[in-house]
T-cell receptor
Framework: SAVISQKPSRDICQRGTSLTIQCQVDSQVTMMFWYRQQPGQSLTLIATANQGSEATYESGFVIDKFPISRPNLTFSTLTVSNMSPEDSSIYLC????????????FGQGTRLTVV | GQNIDQPTEMTATEGAIVQINCTYQTSGFNGLFWYQQHAGEAPTFLSYNVLDGLEEKGRFSSFLSRSKGYSYLLLKELQMKDSASYLCAVLDSNYQLIWGAGTKLIIKP
């Protein structure tokens, strides 16, 4: 199974600022995803991070607000830009291997509070 | 559209058995997952079914019927630590996970 290191684990940020979340995997993986989970709700997919190209965003999420980088097969970042209190949520990185169709593994999550 | 349905909340007694159902309608099917999520923590993998039938893993079992678009997670000999949310997710034709809203399981002594 893949080991995922996600940081920071939590942060409290001022509105209008930006936060970059990092996701590091201990092995090369095909698919990397970024999710948001608001209190009491299930996971919502923000985007699929594509290695060497622009991320694929889900409806309701745009690159200007959530820029994503994936420079290689083991690392990705998600930036939450120009934050507002509505962005307070848990952000999760997950990885999956398309060929082996193994389960998705999750990072520990980043608990973000915007004040 | 794609849809995953599971009950919002269930209550069971310590030592008993509980079955959490999940029905799905997705564009393609490459397997169904069950995850456990304790409050404030990331989801952890429980099971993966891609063929019809029952998969048993200790106290937890998962069943799949592809023709019915139906799965269930069976938890036996319930313990207080099993109190958590249980998420059903389907891997669609694009190998993306479609998530249910989760079932909050409350275990009472």
């Amino acid at each position: 199974s893949a080991v995922i290191s996600q940081k920071p684990s939590r942060d409290i940020c001022q509105r209008g600022t930006s936060l970059t979340i990092q996701c590091q995997v201990d092995s090369q993986v095909t698919m990397m995803f970024w999710y948001r989970q608001q209190p009491g709700q299930s996971l919502t997919l923000i985007a699929t991070a594509n290695q060497g190209s622009e991320a694929t965003y889900e409806s309701g999420f745009v690159i200007d607000k959530f820029p994503i980088s994936r420079p290689n097969l083991t690392f990705s970042t998600l930036t939450v830009s120009n934050m507002s209190p509505e962005d307070s949520s848990i952000y999760l990185c997950s990885v999956a291997d398309r060929e082996s169709r193994t389960e998705a593994f999750f990072g520990q999550g980043t608990r973000l509070t915007v004040v | 559209g794609q849809n995953i349905d599971q009950p919002t909340e269930m209550t069971a007694t310590e030592g008993a058995i509980v079955q959490i159902n999940c029905t799905y309608q997705t564009s393609g099917f490459n397997g169904l997952f069950w995850y456990q999520q304790h409050a404030g923590e990331a989801p952890t993998f429980l099971s993966y079914n891609v063929l019809d039938g029952l998969e048993e893993k200790g106290r937890f079992s998962s069943f799949l019927s592809r023709s019915k678009g139906y799965s269930y997670l069976l938890l036996k000999e319930l313990q207080m630590k099993d109190s958590a949310s249980y998420l059903c997710a389907v891997l669609d034709s694009n190998y993306q996970l479609i998530w249910g809203a989760g079932t909050k399981l409350i275990i009472k002594p």
